[in-house]
């Protein structure tokens, strides 16, 4: 398996990942930056936890809240995501994070 690393404009990886918004969940879900900005302003923000089962599905309001947190504490462009055939793998939050920032970058591992 090939592993190239980049740091690509955010608007470009959003296209290169198909997206027109903010990532999609299982089920299609969405969250928007209304639910966003009411998790940052009530201070509702959900930190990572490496007990959380990755592939256990979320509430809108638990992904708001992991995308809150990491708005307030990841640095500007500082976000980074897999993608692997096209697909977000891994950063779904980091992505809609760096979105709703408005940063200019994320880095990048593509996984051929």
């Known amino acids: 398996m090939a592993i190239r690393l980049a740091t690509l404009p955010v608007e470009e990886v959003r296209a290169l990942a198909g997206l027109q918004g903010y990532p999609r969940w299982a089920g299609g879900m969405t969250v928007d930056c209304r639910l966003i900005e ?7 923000v959900i930190p ?8 256990a599905p979320l509430a809108p309001e638990e992904h708001a809240g992991r995308i809150a947190w990491l708005v307030k504490n990841v640095a500007r462009n500082g976000c980074s995501i897999t993608i692997r055939d096209g697909r977000i793998q891994d950063g779904n939050h980091r992505l809609a994070a760096a979105l ?12 051929d």
Request: proline fraction near 7%; charge should be negative; glycine fraction near 8%.
């Open 38 to 44: 009411d998790h940052l302003a009530g201070e509702h």
């Open 100 to 111: 709703y920032r408005g940063d200019d970058l994320v880095r990048v591992c593509f996984m």
């Open 48 to 55: 990572p936890s490496d007990d959380r089962d990755p592939n």
